[in-house]
């Protein structure tokens, strides 16, 4: 019954930029944290973004601070991240999560998508 699927990966030249988004179904979307994560090949996933209930507050991990954008349209049930100035090295499968709010957290998502790849071109 619970659906998260993810868009707008592709190929895209480094310092360039790609808009991910995240469509929920099957839950009360608005009453859920949600993330985005990614994982590298031979790495261990990794927390990116996240954001609360109503937007209002956002946590981002080192590695993209500054270059991407979370935010969530509660009346659409979707969650965006805007990435920009890409590099090599955010080459990744991007995975959108949800989990219980109304605390921001970096592990335990409930909720998974299936990913969608984005490659960073040198």
């Known amino acids: 019954q619970v659906l998260l699927v993810e868009s707008g990966g592709g190929l895209v030249p480094a310092g360039g930029s790609l808009r991910l988004s995240c469509a929920a179904s099957?839950?009360?979307?608005?009453?859920?944290?949600m993330g985005w994560f990614r994982q590298a090949p031979g790495k261990e996933r990794e927390f990116v973004a996240a954001?609360?209930?109503?937007?209002?507050?956002?946590d981002y991990s080192g590695a993209v601070k500054g270059r991407f954008t979370i935010s969530r349209d509660n009346a659409k049930n979707t969650m965006y991240l805007q990435m920009s100035s890409l590099k090599p090295e955010d080459t990744a499968v991007y995975y959108c999560?949800?989990?219980?709010?109304?605390?921001?957290?970096?592990?335990?998502?409930?909720?998974w998508g299936q990913g969608t790849q984005v490659t960073v071109s040198s």
């Open positions: 999560a949800a989990d219980y709010g109304p605390q921001l957290v970096r592990s335990g998502y409930k909720y």
């Open positions: 099957g839950f009360t979307f608005s009453y859920y944290v």
């Open positions: 954001i609360s209930r109503e937007g209002s507050s956002i």
